[in-house]
């Protein structure tokens, strides 16, 4: 039980999604990162529209995408797969992704990934696995690029800074790692 619910509450399952990314270096020279998303029901269900019935525990979803990048973080391949779904449509909506083919993971990624893909021109489950797919190749890349020279802002200040909660500024890391750009807690 969660620490935070209390002993007395109860909780029927409706729903179980799992997320699984991993990065990849290939021989050729060349990075993956590949998403993988699969709901499933723990009951018998008809999805909306259908006359299809999918047995508890099978699959409703199991689709995902691998996107093969360089170096610089640049997509020169896409690849999507849809091994369940609940309509025979749905694997068609990978095709759309074909369109961030020459986009560079990194700053704006997110925005971008949106502009190109939002509305019904493709899948949804494979649009949003494209978010986190993107934290996953830089976490892939890290050992990558050890002792490569710190990515650095116009001004000459680290760009991790103030990337996240652990790289504030006014955190003890900064102040360890960068003193020069550590600022007191205000």
């Known amino acids: 039980m969660n620490a935070s619910q209390p002993a007395d509450v ?36 008809v999805p909306a529209s259908s006359d299809r019935n999918i047995p508890a525990q099978q699959a409703i979803h199991d689709m995902g995408v691998r996107l093969v990048f360089d170096r610089t973080m ?68 890290s050992p990558v690029n050890a002792g490569r020279p710190e990515s650095l802002d116009a001004d000459g200040r680290p760009r991790k800074i103030d990337s996240c909660y652990a790289y504030s500024a006014e955190r003890p890391l900064v102040q360890q790692r960068w003193p020069e750009f550590y600022r007191a807690p205000s």
């Open 10 to 45: 109860r909780r029927e399952a409706l729903h179980h999604r799992q997320i699984d990314m991993r990065g990849y270096r290939r021989s050729d020279g060349l990075f993956e990162v590949e998403g993988r998303v699969v709901d499933r029901k723990p009951f018998d269900f």
């Open 74 to 141: 640049l997509v020169v391949e896409v690849h999507t797969f849809t091994d369940a779904a609940p309509y025979d449509i749905c694997p068609q909506g990978g095709a759309a992704l074909q369109s961030i083919k020459g986009l560079r993971i990194g700053p704006g990624w997110t925005s971008e990934v949106r502009r190109r893909l939002a509305g019904p021109g493709s899948c949804t489950h494979l649009m949003e696995l494209l978010m986190p797919m993107a934290t996953t190749a830089i976490q892939a890349m």
